[in-house]
């Protein structure tokens, strides 16, 4: 454990005030002013908020943030629409600097603060915000929990991540490409011959095609293209089309995977891998893939990977959560991204966990009995996607007890194609063949929420693996 957040814990107990009081943060996620993002959630982020106050009776919660993009309150319209009874909203003004957001923070007097940093289009940076925030706080002498800013810089540029990584475990071998050293002939005509380029060419053409052709900086997997010969690429890169840093890397065709990474110092989890369903690229498409798991076949020997993701974890100090994607190819496992934030996977783990996702955190600080690295403290769970649906239609969808979550996410950004869909979260305490059961249940009683795509690729990860 941190000796800032352990020093918190007994200066608490000397004295023997009977709550501690948890700040839980977030940051703006707009990149452009001109962006609009409504997400809807079930259960309702105030009833989540209503049932952590019931959780731990001896804490208590405030909620700081802004109304945009933000994972921790129910907005429509530009407004709160649901407020919990006992938990305290602050409400941050969108683009308000980690200097002043600290100081907002340290006016409620915490214990301690936790960030939830979410994702954001088209830059994934909101970790960095909050990671500059938790520097402030640690200099107000307030604990924190959060994922350093080392961290979040080197998860937000894909190809520090690919370095990073590589200290660690198995990498994609790929090559960064600087947009102006590239073209370093246009702006200066007295360079006749221009080595970089000369030298980038030559080290893709020792690549193994399909190779990975995608922005340094781009969240998930918007930009990325999938380039089968060396022509291709070159073509690409001498091209309009070719306006950026990007970087070039081998596609590492084999069986998708992500896992999570819960705790803090001294108390991390490192769960089970999901299985995700692929498109006909071999890419896990983030609005269409079927994550089901935990896969714990024996064959797999993920026990290795868990004691890597260990060592990362105890080495750059994560804290709450994290988001590792994997391939498993060939006998050996390769990480392909992390995510130090809130992602698109921390309800399916918490459903697997059969807990609050935000219970992740305060677990974190608070400790608990379980080991969520274990098969025996997880159930099975299955995320898919649908289309966007009505308030009516998801409350009802929700009523069903195998839903643990939904999470409908509308998003338009100027110059960018809009985002709409809703993403739902079952599980089952018993044999993996229940969540087929469920799903067939769920698409008998709502006709066209779940794709005939989505059944075959449950059927297939369901089939495949243990």
Request: hydrophobic fraction near 40%.
């Amino acid at each position: 454990m941190p000796d800032s957040i352990r020093r918190s814990l007994k200066h608490k107990k000397q004295k023997r005030r009977k709550n501690m009081r948890i700040v839980f943060y977030s940051a703006s996620t707009s990149a452009h002013a001109n962006s609009s993002t409504k997400t809807t959630y079930q259960p309702f982020r105030a009833d989540t908020w209503d049932e952590m106050d019931r959780l731990y009776p001896d804490c208590e919660f405030v909620v700081v943030g802004p109304l945009n993009g933000s994972y921790i309150f129910d907005v429509a319209d530009g407004e709160i629409c649901r407020r919990p009874k006992n938990v305290k909203y602050v409400l941050l003004e969108s683009g308000t600097s980690a200097e002043k957001t600290a100081d907002l923070i340290a006016e409620q007097k915490p214990d301690i603060a936790v960030a939830i940093a979410s994702g954001a289009v088209p830059f994934d940076w909101v970790p960095i915000k909050t990671g500059l925030i938790a520097e402030e706080l640690n200099k107000k002498g307030i604990p924190t929990v959060a994922n350093n800013t080392l961290v979040s810089v080197a998860a937000f540029d894909k190809w520090r991540s690919n370095i990073m990584f590589r200290s660690f475990v198995k990498a994609a071998k790929g090559i960064y490409i600087h947009h102006e050293l590239f073209f370093a002939e246009k702006k200066n005509p007295s360079v006749s011959t221009n080595v970089y380029k000369e030298y980038i060419f030559y080290r893709i053409k020792e690549m193994e095609f399909p190779v990975i052709v995608k922005d340094t900086l781009g969240a998930g997997s918007i930009g990325v293209e999938v380039m089968n010969s060396y022509e291709q690429v070159e073509d690409f890169l001498n091209s309009d089309q070719n306006a950026s840093d990007v970087m070039v890397e081998e596609l590492i065709q084999g069986e998708q995977f992500g896992t999570e990474i819960h705790g803090i110092e001294g108390r991390y989890s490192v769960l089970p891998p999901i299985a995700f369903s692929v498109n006909k690229d071999g890419i896990t498409d983030p609005l269409s893939s079927v994550k089901f798991g935990p896969v714990t076949d024996p064959s797999y020997h993920f026990e290795k990977v868990q004691e890597v993701l260990l060592n990362m974890a105890q080495t750059l100090k994560f804290e709450g959560t994290v988001q590792v994607d994997l391939v498993y190819r060939n006998g050996e496992w390769y990480i392909i991204e992390i995510n130090p934030r809130w992602s698109g996977m921390t309800t399916t783990t918490a459903a697997m966990e059969g807990r609050n996702p935000l219970s992740i955190f305060v677990d974190s600080i608070l400790g608990t009995d379980k080991n969520y690295s274990m098969k025996r403290n997880l159930k099975y769970a299955l995320n898919f996607k649908m289309k966007a649906r009505s308030q009516e239609d998801l409350i009802r969808l929700y009523e069903n007890p195998h839903v643990d979550y939904i999470m409908q996410l509308e998003t338009a950004v100027a110059g960018m194609e809009k985002i709409n869909y809703c993403e739902v979260v079952i599980s089952t305490d018993q044999g993996k063949e229940n969540i087929l059961n469920i799903l067939n249940e769920l698409g008998e009683e709502f006709p066209g929420f779940v794709s005939d795509e989505v059944k075959a690729n449950t059927g297939e990860l369901v089939a495949k693996y243990q």
